[in-house]
């Protein structure tokens, strides 16, 4: 059973780190304006906006720049932190 949570951990926190850095790749690229017919940049938009397009609704622009990712970013951080935490925990 132990080795089930400890599976399940990497695997969360491995899913959880691509996508951080698919929203840090996403929120670079946004600074040269790629094209969106780009099929890398259409995925990045499909795995990232689900994220990101609610917290920009609630997240106001600051001055042009948009924070969501920021919060994003952290937010998976932390999420990442408690949930490999609860699984290892749970698997005992």
């Known amino acids: 059973m132990a080795s089930l949570s ?6 969360t926190s ?4 691509l996508l951080f850095w698919a ?3 996403r929120a ?6 790629p094209d969106s017919r780009n099929p890398i940049v259409r995925l990045l938009d ?8 609610p917290l920009q609704r609630v997240i106001p622009p600051l001055g042009g ?3 969501s ?8 951080e ?4 408690l949930l490999v935490h609860a699984i290892m925990t749970l698997g005992g």
């Open 6 to 11: 400890i599976q399940a951990a990497q695997l």
């Open 14 to 17: 491995f899913l959880l780190t």
């Open 23 to 25: 929203i840090l790749i």
């Open 28 to 33: 670079l690229l946004s600074w040269v304006n």
């Open 46 to 53: 499909q795995i990232t906006g689900p994220i990101l397009y």
């Open 65 to 67: 720049l948009d924070l």
């Open 69 to 76: 990712p920021l919060v994003a970013l952290l937010a998976i």
């Open 78 to 81: 932390v999420l990442k932190g």
